[in-house]
C-alpha cells in the first residue's frame, strides 16, 4: 500500500531507506500558589520527522534545493486517517555524504547518501 511515502510540493519523493516519525505534546507547565501543577498544551500531535534516501546526484540536488525553502508542503500517510495528509514543514539537518566508488557511475556525479529532520511549523 504504501508504495510512495512522501512527497515535497507535489512532487514525489524517491521512497527513503529509513524513515521515523514521532510526534510532540507543546505545553506550558506551571506551579501553582498551592504547589499543584497546572499544564496548558497548546498542541498536540506536533510532528518530527527524520529520512534519509540513496539518490542520484540530481535527487541529491533537487532535495538539497528544498531544504533551502523557508517551509515545504510535504504530504505524508496518517495513520489515523488512513489518507495521505498535507503538513507544513522546514527541513533540518540537511547532510550528504557520497557514497564510496560511486562516482565512476555513468550519467550521475555518483550516488548520495542524503537525510535530514522535517519539523511541522
Known sequence: MLNKYIKF???QIPNPISY???SEVIENQYETEAGGLNVSVTRYDRLHVSVSFNVSS???KKLKAFSKQK???VSLFDLTED???NHQMI???FKSNLIEHSEYLISTNGLW???FEL???
Open 58 to 60: 540530481t535527487w541529491a
Open 91 to 93: 527541513i533540518r539537518n
Open 83 to 85: 489518507d495521505y495528509i
Open 71 to 73: 517551509y515545504v508542503t
Open 9 to 11: 510540493d507535489g512532487v
Open 20 to 22: 521515523s516519525e514521532d
Open 113 to 115: 547518501k542524503v537525510s
Open 119 to 121: 519539523q511541522e511549523l
